[in-house]
């Protein structure tokens, strides 16, 4: 195992002192160290493309290499400012590019990420980016040498670091409720309050894996589910392009860090949606299934910004009391409406992953 003191030491020797990226949960020793010690030179991203933005401008302002940190499956977000600003034969930005590797060949994992895993080393190539998978010490050595070459060079750089590589910290981040409904509770009441009919579409993270639990445990089989396992920050578009061509009632189940990753997204959905589309967000200003890092979405009037983006009503959930009855006034409610819901965090332990994904979507399809 790699202490993370020992992969920021490497950094602060070569002086790229400033961070910025979304949070990941192989990385997660890594946000732990920025939030308890790099406070004020650490920025959380809505998406890594913007995360390499943030990183070009610093570099443009101070002249020293920033590092990036994301997860491989948000790779493909960053690949625009990578290769139409930052890339050698562009701009020539130096960055330092911190990669959790989920899917990596030698890791037992999900199938949307040992798809992306089995590609990641292919796009770093493709792209000409030199990198180290980081496993052992002397790997530490080698991604040194490699920023050095970077910064001279002017060009980009990357580690590979797979789960359980990071020492784990006992100190942990503390998963702070700002708010009091109970997300159990709440999707329980959801699908027992939607009819046979009715689609959900849920988005990445704990939102899926909670419906899909809370089905099986209550044995509520009203309604159908698609879960979104990958694509963090598309739900709302996918939640669109179904309800567009259907009268179905469509429920769109979102969570605060996706709805921020693609925010334009909720924008052409209350341009273009019709009354059938009903978007939920589940609020509780975490990103929750990565180590609990702070969206900042407690700061959003969802209200205000929801009727600006198109919706017509705006509903609010914020506790445990009448949940029923005021899920029915908005899942009935003759026009595009948008509800916020402020939850707790996750209390559900051991939660399932969906399996057998194609017998998923042909369920969802009948």
């Known amino acids: ?199 959900i579409i849920s988005s990445t993270g704990y939102n899926s894996r909670e419906i899909m639990h809370i089905r099986k445990k209550y044995q509520l089989k009203k309604s159908k589910d698609f879960y979104m396992v990958g694509g963090m920050g598309h739900t709302s578009s996918v939640a669109l392009g179904y309800s567009l061509s259907t009268n179905k009632k469509t429920i769109c189940v979102d969570g605060d860090g996706s709805f921020l990753m693609h925010l334009g997204s909720i924008k052409t959905a209350g341009t273009f949606a019709n009354k059938n589309f009903k978007y939920i967000l589940l609020n509780n200003n975490t990103h929750d299934s990565v180590g609990g890092q702070s969206t900042y979405a407690k700061d959003i009037n969802f209200e205000k910004l929801s009727k600006s983006l198109g919706f017509k009503k705006f509903y609010s959930i914020k506790d445990n009391q009448n949940l029923k009855k005021n899920l029915k006034q908005f899942l009935s409610g003759n026009s595009l409406n948008f509800l916020e819901v402020k939850v707790t965090n996750s209390k559900i332990k051991n939660l399932p992953r969906p399996k057998n994904l194609i017998n998923i979507k042909n369920q969802f399809m009948k």
């Open 1 to 199: 195992m790699i202490k993370i003191s020992s992969l920021i030491n490497i950094l602060k020797k070569n002086n790229s002192n400033f961070l910025t990226g979304v949070p990941d949960s192989v990385l997660k020793e890594l946000s732990i160290y920025l939030q308890k010690k790099s406070k004020k030179n650490h920025v959380i991203a809505t998406n890594e493309g913007s995360a390499i933005s943030i990183a070009i401008g610093h570099y443009l302002s101070t002249k020293r290499i920033p590092s990036v940190y994301m997860q491989n499956s948000g790779l493909s977000n960053a690949l625009n400012p990578l290769i139409s600003i930052a890339h050698p034969k562009v701009y020539s930005i130096p960055l330092v590019l911190i990669i959790g590797w989920r899917g990596s060949p030698r890791v037992k994992d999900e199938p949307q990420h040992n798809v992306k895993g089995k590609i990641t080393e292919k796009i770093l190539k493709l792209l000409n980016i030199k990198y180290t998978i980081i496993r052992t010490n002397k790997d530490l050595i080698k991604f040194n040498n490699q920023i050095k070459d970077a910064k001279k060079n002017k060009s980009i750089v990357a580690c590979l670091i797979e789960q359980g590589t990071l020492e784990k910290n006992n100190k942990k981040i503390k998963k702070k409720d700002f708010y009091k409904v109970d997300k159990e509770n709440f999707f329980k009441t959801l699908l027992e309050t939607l009819d046979n009919k009715s689609k």
